[in-house]
């Protein structure tokens, strides 16, 4: 069933709660509150998951000192096509085609982080970016296109397109102003956006606007108020 039609469905039984999340993300943040295998959000894409370039940029505010996936893209030929996993508070890997590597975050707050991960197949250079301070760039998987026809999923390290979920690799924490680009964007607007002086925007996922699934345990928080949304089925 088309997400909209859920969420109309579900306002005409007198959800107030529903109404406020129905028109964008944009003062959203989504709450993981337990390790679990089975609790994710599942984002739909302004278009086709197919480039050779590209800017995923979120904020994160966990406790966590295991493993945990931030964003996870899986095709129908490589689980990983396109993740993000943070191995600690320091130290997180971006995966590309299968292939990856690891860098150190500078500037790790004990609160929220603003994140970005860059990657471009012309040159092969991969990025992180915390808090608008760039890691030390590395080549990873030159020359590849990331496969369109997969599945974006929140909250979750995905070993097949929408499943093959691991508990002890799930996120426990808030996250918020999730923005993928299908391009490399210039260290300013990077800067800037953490600083929330950039609407960040991107013309694959725009925060504001995104489609979604998403379990019953995930938690929805905008103006101080909590609302559980059960949009999957």
Request: aromatic fraction near 12%; charge should be negative; proline fraction near 1%.
């Amino acid at each position: 069933m088309n997400m909209y039609l859920r969420l109309v469905l579900v306002l005409l039984t007198g959800s107030a709660c529903l109404m406020r999340n129905a028109i964008g993300l944009s003062h959203n943040t989504f709450i993981f509150s337990v390790e679990s295998s089975t609790d994710y959000v599942m984002l739909t894409p302004e278009k086709e998951m197919k480039f050779d370039a590209f800017t995923l940029c979120l904020r994160a505010f966990t406790d966590l000192t295991r493993a945990y996936s931030l964003f996870s893209y899986a095709s129908y030929t490589k689980d990983n096509d396109f993740l993000l996993y943070a191995l600690s508070k320091e130290m997180y890997s971006i995966y590309v085609g299968g292939s990856h590597v690891t860098f150190k975050a500078n500037s790790v707050q004990q609160t929220w982080n603003h994140i970005c991960a860059t990657w471009d197949s012309n040159t092969g250079l991969s990025g992180l970016w915390m808090n608008g301070v760039r890691s030390v760039r590395k080549m990873l998987a030159k020359g590849y296109t990331i496969r369109s026809g997969g599945v974006i999923v929140l909250g979750q390290e995905q070993d097949r397109p929408g499943g093959g979920f691991d508990a002890a690799q799930s996120f426990v924490g808030e996250l918020n102003s999730v923005n993928l680009w299908d391009y490399v964007l210039s260290p300013q607007e990077i800067h800037d956006a953490s600083e929330m002086m950039y609407r960040a925007a991107g013309n694959v996922i725009d925060w504001s606007t995104v489609k979604l699934n998403m379990t019953e345990n995930v938690a929805v928080v905008k103006d101080s108020d909590t609302c559980k949304i059960n949009v999957v089925g």
